[in-house]
């Protein structure tokens, strides 16, 4: 009964925004609950009633003249105040969400949000206080903030917020995170963020696809090896889990690893020690384990594809990543993020998008989630012709891209390739052999597409320019002749 009256009591509210529209807005809901509401115009005003009088809840913007809201937060929670704070902004970025939670916000509205959204805040804030000192230790476990550089995760829907959130809480605890989520969603640059806003940044990010190493090699890939251990060995090796050390392993497509190898890293994870092939003795290992997976793993671990507890080991806080077909409001953003970050690159040219192309891309269905929408950017990109993408641009999405004749798949022409190499009288560099199979006919293919430009026929295959001209040598193509 206690706590019923404790959630049900008048708060006294602090409402910190520069637009005294949103300040009357909030302050006469906020009132019409009962609540005792007090007004900032500016993050000087705000420090100085967060410092004057013991405030429940402040919702603080975070652009203001002056003092930002983030400084506030963090001025206020260096204090050791119990006040909790909501950032609210019209700025939707993952650096704000994650500063934001980093620092001990209770949580993230983006304008326009709804007065629902915080009078349930308000709810809330008089019943978390043990949230409260939560967020204030992850706050005081921090010192550093979010690095800008690298691939980063772009997106404003409220699920790839949820995400950032998530990051922004766990990123400093050394806990083993599971990242699921269909193919091209992003799973590894969800990793690199959990990496880049811990106290492991500044040790190594090493990323291993566990499903692109030949099982036979796998686990001296992770483990190491000692001279001699094998055929070809003829030097030692550290393997992945030291070459870490200090920072983040990501094992990606954790759910294709070989089972017998799932008990070894079971081990490795409750021991903190790896004994390389060939080695004797244990080798104390010090990084924190994030894994990514397409399958679902409760689904193997039923079918006995994948340990049960090692599962367990692995998943201690799970991040689900949506499919872009379920976060629309992600398409528009990461399309202008695309065409800014490879426009000059692919073709020169000041390129902008219609609305009309905005709306058809947020139409499609993306089966191929942020790596396709990327790729189809990309290809727009090299084929365009004018300043402006128009939805004409993009009409190759509805053939469905590189499609097969109906009747003959790819892979079928491809396992019987392999089978009649393997009944030769002396089989051998099958690889190589299929290899030349395939590319030459592949690399021809998109020259005359691309009337034997060079540079869009490198950036349709996704290789560097270089690397097509050493190819179209090696193969011996004719480029096909350029009308003049």
């Known amino acids: 009964m206690e706590s019923t009256q404790e959630n049900k009591r008048s708060l006294r509210i602090l409402v910190a925004d520069d637009e005294e529209s949103i300040r009357f807005v909030l302050r006469e809901a906020l009132e019409g609950e009962g609540h005792i509401v007090e007004e900032a115009k500016d993050g000087e005003a705000a420090i100085q009633a967060l410092s004057a009088t013991e405030f429940d809840l402040a919702f603080v913007d975070i652009r203001m003249p002056g003092i930002s809201g983030l400084e506030v937060l963090e001025q206020i929670r260096a204090t050791g105040s119990a006040t909790a704070i909501v950032i609210i902004t019209a700025q939707n970025t993952m650096d704000n969400a994650v500063e934001a939670m980093k620092r001990g916000a209770l949580d993230y509205l983006v304008k326009p949000f709804s007065l629902a959204e915080a009078m349930a805040l308000a709810e809330r804030a008089s019943s978390t ?77 090493v990323a291993v696809n566990a499903a692109a190493i030949p099982r036979e090699l796998l686990e001296s890939e992770l483990f190491g090896h000692e001279r001699g251990a094998f055929t070809g060995a003829i030097s030692a090796r550290l393997g992945r889990f030291r070459e870490a050390s200090g920072g983040t392993l990501f094992l990606d497509e954790i759910g294709d690893m070989p089972v017998e190898l799932q008990a070894k890293l079971l081990r490795v994870l409750q021991s903190g020690e790896v004994i390389p092939v060939g080695g004797r003795e244990p080798v104390h290992v010090d990084v924190r384990v994030v894994t990514a997976t397409h399958r679902d793993l409760d689904r193997a671990v039923r079918e006995g594809g994948f340990r049960e507890d090692l599962l367990y080991r692995l998943r201690v806080v799970p991040i689900a990543i949506p499919p872009l077909r379920e976060r629309g409001a992600d398409v528009s953003t990461l399309a202008a993020h695309f065409v800014e970050r490879y426009a000059e690159e692919l073709c020169g040219l000041d390129i902008s998008m219609a609305p009309s192309t905005l709306a058809y891309l947020e139409q499609y269905e993306w089966p191929g989630n942020v790596r396709e929408l990327e790729n189809a950017i990309k290809r727009a990109l090299v084929l365009a012709t004018t300043s402006i993408l128009s939805p004409a641009d993009f009409h190759f999405l509805e053939e469905g891209g590189v499609t097969e004749p109906e009747g003959i798949h790819l892979t079928d022409l491809v396992t019987e390739t392999v089978r009649s190499a393997l009944t030769a009288p002396e089989p051998k560099e099958i690889y190589r052999l299929l290899l030349e199979q395939v590319e030459k006919p592949l690399v021809e293919t998109v020259l005359r597409h691309t009337e034997g430009n060079q540079i869009r026929a490198a950036a349709l295959l996704g290789i560097n320019r270089n690397t097509l001209r050493k190819k179209i040598a090696d193969l011996g193509i004719d480029l096909p002749q350029r009308e003049s």
């Not at 550089?149 to 950032?164: K, N, T």
């Not at 400093?172 to 640059?189: A, F, Q």
């Open 129 to 205: 206080r043990a949230l409260q000192r939560e967020v204030r230790e992850l706050r005081r476990e921090v010192g550093r903030s979010l690095s800008p550089g690298g691939e980063r995760l772009v997106g404003s829907s409220p699920e790839l917020l949820d995400i950032f959130k998530t990051v922004g809480k766990v990123a400093v605890r050394n806990v083993p995170v599971l990242i699921t989520g269909e193919s091209g969603t992003g799973k590894e640059l969800v990793a690199r963020a959990l990496h880049t806003t811990s106290l492991r940044s500044e040790a190594p990010f």
